[in-house]
């Protein structure tokens, strides 16, 4: 660490998890090397009606809050602060999910990952960090392989080591973006309005553009996985109930949202993901009936 202060701007949206936004923040102002950043937080409360807001803005009243009306979700939530804080030229922006717990060295390691590659290629790259589940401490987030060219919308999860790993895109729960990377890949894409495809969709753009993507050593942080329990995924609901559930925002992505997607990632063989897409949201009851539920 130099001694001029690195500027960081965080970007982080929620929705009434107040006990883990206030966790997560508690645990981001706590890191070992705050005395070397300057940090700046900027947080979308979208709509939270536990009072998620005011206890952030008694807690933590350097934070920015940007207020939402519930409808933003992820990729719009973080768009939206990701906006405000490209107003203002960081040297980084760090998304951050506020479900997602940070170890105390978890900056430190972003930061030494990014100056040690960028000493080795000349050129600035993303670093994001292994996350392992705070229940079963598997590992859960992350960065993400492409699986294969002929599979190039499956995203494989990276495993933790005790070295840092190229990464071709990744989860958004802890991603260390610089700021010549923003200034040529700008601010989550707009094709993505609700839960869906908004941080793969970045790292892919990046990785186009001639960025690198890669993971931190070891693990920096926890997170619960998302559950299935009432979900498409559950296999206690009926058909008729994972059917409804497909078009929430927690579902299948939208079609048109998930043809961008393909168009975008999946080369000459986007038209067969497309179609998929026709069969889910025309004919869910197809893609149910013959996809096995997560167990």
């Known amino acids: 660490m130099t001694s001029t202060n690195i500027s960081i701007a965080t970007i982080i949206t929620c929705h009434n998890r107040k006990e883990k936004t206030l966790t997560c923040l508690t645990n981001l102002m706590n890191q070992d090397v705050i005395g070397d950043i300057d940090l700046n937080v900027y947080l979308v409360d979208d709509g939270s009606t536990d009072g998620t807001g005011d206890a952030v803005k008694q807690n933590f009243p350097s934070v920015n809050i940007l207020k939402g009306d519930g409808t933003l979700y992820w990729n719009g939530g973080m768009r939206f602060a990701f906006y405000e804080a490209l107003k203002n030229e ?3 922006y760090l998304w951050l999910n506020d479900d997602t717990f940070l170890h105390s060295d978890a900056i430190k390691l972003l930061l030494e990952t990014a100056n040690d590659i960028k000493r080795q290629k000349s050129r600035d790259v993303i670093v994001t960090g292994t996350i392992k589940d705070i229940d079963t401490g598997k590992v859960n987030y992350g960065g993400r392989n492409i699986k294969s060219k002929f599979q190039p919308l499956k995203f494989i999860q990276l495993e933790s080591s005790i070295k840092p790993q190229q990464c071709d895109t990744f989860n958004g729960n802890v991603v260390l973006i610089p700021r010549t990377v923003t200034k040529e890949i700008g601010n989550i894409s707009l094709e993505y309005s609700k839960q869906h495809g908004g941080d793969f969709d970045y790292g892919l753009r990046a990785k186009y553009a001639g960025f690198e993507s890669w993971v931190a050593p070891g693990i920096i942080g926890t997170c619960s996985s998302n559950s299935i329990d009432g979900s498409i995924f559950d296999k206690s ?4 109930e994972r059917k409804n559930k497909m078009n929430t925002p927690q579902g299948v992505p939208p079609a048109k949202e998930w043809m961008v997607f393909a168009k975008r990632h999946a080369g000459f063989l986007w038209p ?5 897409t026709i069969v889910r949201v025309v004919f869910p ?11």
Request: glycine share 0%; no cysteine; aromatic share 30%.
């Open 285 to 295: 009851w197809t893609y149910l009936l013959f996809r096995k539920p997560q167990q």
């Open 272 to 276: 067969i993901y497309w179609i998929r």
């Open 237 to 240: 609901l009926s058909l008729k």
């Open 90 to 92: 960081y040297d980084y």
